[in-house]
C-alpha cells in the first residue's frame, strides 16, 4: 500500500490517502484472522496486501512480526483507538468511518465493510475510507448480485474496492474480472496461501 493511487481513464488524480501500490502487483489479498502457523508461507508470496486481525487475538505480536518482516500492513479489526500502533482498523459499520479518520489520521488506513449495500459503500468512500469491501469473509461462494456490486463500484469510482467470500481461486478471477482490486478471504488451511500465489502468476 502506498499514498498515491494511478486514476482510472477520464478521472482526476487522487493522492489523498494510502493507496494500492501502482508499480505492484494487482490485485492482491486482504487475509482475514491468520493461522500463525501458515503466516509466514502466505506473506513471502507477495500477494497480501494486508492482514487483518481482531485486535484482542493471542497471536497478535506474532501476526505483527510478521508483517513488519514482510512489509505488509497490518490491519485491526474494530475499534479505531486500539489501531493506532498499526497500520489501521477494518470497520464492519460505514458510519464511523468519519470518526475513525479523525482518530488514526491520513496516514493510517481505514477500510469499511459495506456488505451488499451501494449506499453504505457511498457514505464509506465520501467520508474518508481508503477501501470499500462487498460481501464478507464468512459468506459462502459469491454469486452474480457480487459480482454486479463489484462491476458497479469499478465503473463509477476510483475508490479501491474488495470482494469477499469463500473463494475458490476461479472465483477469485471472477471477482477481479468484474473489478475488484483486492479480495478478501478468511484464512483457511492453507488455501490463502494457493489463492494468494496464484494473484502473483505472472
Known amino acids: 500500500m502506498s499514498r498515491k493511487r494511478e486514476r482510472r481513464p477520464g478521472s482526476e488524480p487522487v493522492d489523498d490517502g494510502p493507496w494500492l501500490e501502482p508499480g505492484a502487483p494487482a490485485p492482491r489479498l486482504l487475509l482475514f484472522a491468520p493461522n500463525s502457523a501458515d503466516l509466514d508461507a502466505a506473506l513471502a508470496t507477495g500477494g497480501i496486501a494486508a492482514v487483518i486481525v481482531d485486535p484482542r487475538a493471542d497471536e497478535l505480536a506474532v501476526v505483527q512480526a510478521g508483517c513488519r518482516r514482510h512489509g505488509v500492513a497490518l490491519v485491526l479489526h474494530g475499534d479505531p483507538a486500539d489501531a493506532i ?9 460505514p458510519q464511523r468511518v468519519a470518526a475513525a479518520r ?63 467470500g469463500d473463494l475458490s481461486l476461479a472465483d477469485a478471477m471472477a471477482l477481479i474480472e468484474a473489478g ?19 494473484l502473483m502468476a505472472p
Open 102 to 164: 479523525t482518530l488514526v489520521g491520513r496516514d493510517r488506513l481505514v477500510g469499511a465493510g459495506c456488505g451488499r449495500s451501494r449506499h453504505a459503500a457511498m457514505v464509506a468512500g465520501e467520508t474518508g475510507a481508503d477501501y470499500v469491501l462487498f460481501g464478507s469473509p464468512t459468506d459462502p461462494a459469491p454469486d452474480d448480485e457480487l459480482r454486479q456490486l463489484v462491476a458497479w463500484w469499478s465503473e463509477l469510482f476510483v475508490l479501491p474496492c474488495a470482494a469477499a
Open 180 to 198: 475488484a482490486d483486492l479480495v478478501a478471504v478468511r484464512a483457511s488451511g492453507g488455501r490463502e496461501i494457493e489463492l494468494a500465489r496464484a
Open 85 to 93: 500502533s498499526t497500520d489501521g482498523v477494518h470497520l464492519d459499520n
